[in-house]
């Protein structure tokens, strides 16, 4: 639903955005990272219609964003950063007004929806100027759905919200993008791990990663890592550990704060034969799972300096 082909974007001679390339599939909430200044915002922009790129090709749901911008701005939804609310209108009738500037039949109910879908429909008659932090975020995202779009463009849904609101948020883009495309740009790295399929990380205006967290923390350490926990009434820990460290595709068995990390090599995978060894020495499997680098790690691995240098070609879309 979003392709971008070798997007390129200066400022004077200050290249902001270097020939970026992704796409976005239907179905998919996909969280867009970068630090300060790396060129997310203006990679948004320019897919939303609000600025030209210098080159380049991209399209929204089939659609030249270029050829066709009036087409595009139909099928798409953007929610800035700061979205401009007008304060001495109703949220009901700012949302109409934004309906009505995307052409939309049927108005009113495309606007009792898409406060109905924000839980804002009780406050339909608030004067904005009279709603709080988070309430004026619902509305913005009202006004990015009142037309019912295919793709949807975030910047930074959940700023300046508390704890409460951020939650209620995230659940309303869970659910937005399970039948929509979502691009959603934020510095909430966490938010990235429970919202998104996949992440795109940006420095300095070019794509370093396109992959799941997963993924890129394996490429990273080159190794999957996971945490085995076994009843420690039937046998010491050293012992087990001794016996996992025997199994075939094994690199290490380390002591953790929650019981035995196990790397194996990145080409394989041991847990099943762990999950055996574990069985066949008569002990209670109480815990396996995978252990990732948190995002935060991947993060700043990849933006540091010389981050790359290890990646074999073809592991990290660079371009």
């Known amino acids: 639903m979003i392709e971008v082909e070798g997007l390129t974007k200066y400022y004077g001679s200050f290249k902001a955005v270097d020939e970026v390339s992704f796409h976005v599939e239907r179905g998919e909430v996909v969280g867009f990272l970068g630090p300060n200044g790396a060129g997310k915002t203006t990679t948004m922009r320019i897919l939303t219609g609000y600025l030209p790129p210098s080159a380049g090709q991209a399209s929204i749901a089939g659609d030249d964003i270029f050829e066709k911008p009036l087409r595009v701005r139909q099928r798409l939804g953007y929610m800035p950063e700061t979205v401009p609310l007008y304060e001495e209108m109703t949220v009901w009738n700012y949302v109409s007004y934004m309906a009505e500037l995307h052409h939309v039949r049927d108005r009113d109910d495309h606007v009792g929806e898409a406060l109905d879908l924000v839980d804002m429909i009780d406050r339909a008659d608030s004067l904005i100027s009279s709603l709080s932090k988070g309430m004026r ?4 995202l009202a006004q990015a759905l009142v037309h ?3 793709v949807l463009i975030l910047d930074e849904p959940t700023i300046g ?4 609101q951020i939650r209620e948020v995230r659940d309303l883009i869970r659910d937005i993008g399970k039948d929509r495309t979502v691009l959603l740009s934020t510095h909430i790295l966490s938010e990235v791990s429970q919202l998104c399929n996949r992440v795109l990380i940006i420095h300095q205006g070019r794509i370093e990663a396109d992959d799941t967290p997963e993924h890129l923390s394996q490429h990273l350490t080159g190794t999957k890592r996971f945490l085995v926990r076994v009843d420690e009434s039937q046998a010491d820990l050293d012992r087990v550990a001794q016996a996992l460290g025997e199994v075939e595709g094994v690199v290490s068995v380390a002591t953790g704060d929650f019981g035995l990390e196990v790397t194996s090599a990145e080409d394989g ?3 099943p034969a762990v999950s055996r ?7 209670d499997l ?21 981050a790359l240098d290890d990646f074999e070609e073809g592991e990290l879309e660079e371009l």
């Open 286 to 306: 109480l815990e396996l799972r995978a252990l990732d680098l948190p995002l935060e790690e991947i993060f700043l691995q990849l933006t540091a300096e010389h």
């Open 137 to 140: 975020q619902r509305v913005g």
């Open 148 to 150: 019912k779009p295919d």
């Open 161 to 164: 919200l508390d704890p409460r």
């Open 269 to 271: 995978d041991a847990r």
């Open 277 to 283: 060894a574990v069985v066949n020495n008569g002990w």
